[in-house]
């Protein structure tokens, strides 16, 4: 198992991070990576709730929601997907400071093809993994704080 942990500071209240997070069908909105994502489930919050991703330039998964605990965190697991993962599990937590909140995301990941899998995992995947997430930080942050600032004006 592989295992990644990033955080990022955002300048806006834990709710307003929370608003991003657990809004399921707008991943699209502030991760360069996902082309389009659509509720799959009944539930369109909570526990038990899914979504699909189609990725850029091509794939796709699908997740649903582990934890739910608002503006504190949540974390999803991968149950279908294009991708070489046998399972995949991220989870964000979000503690509030005097200028924000600190986003933390924890994922840990099994490859499919065994020693194979360990071994592309090594040389390309996690690298891969890592830069993507750094976006997805990114755009999380610029789609946060431009709401933040949207608000206050």
């Keep these: 198992m592989t295992i990644l942990e990033n955080s990022i500071h955002i300048d806006a209240t834990p709710d307003r991070v929370w608003a991003a997070l657990a809004s399921l069908d707008l991943l699209e909105k502030y991760d360069p990576g996902v082309a389009r994502s ?4 009944a539930e369109r919050a909570g526990p038990g709730s899914a979504r699909r991703c189609d990725l850029r330039p091509g794939g796709w998964f699908k997740e649903r929601v582990a934890d739910w605990r608002p503006n504190e965190g949540l974390s999803f ?17 979000l503690v509030a400071d005097t200028a924000g909140t600190l986003v933390t995301q924890r994922m840990e990941y099994d490859l499919k093809f065994g020693l194979i899998g360990r071994a592309l995992d090594a040389l390309l995947v996690r690298k891969k993994w890592v830069a993507g997430i750094r976006a997805f930080f990114m755009g999380l942050k610029r789609h946060v704080e431009s709401q933040e600032s949207g608000r206050s004006s």
């Design 38 to 41: 659509q509720i799959v489930s």
């Design 77 to 93: 697991e991968l149950y279908e997907c294009t991708l070489p993962v046998r399972r995949l599990r991220h989870s964000y937590t």
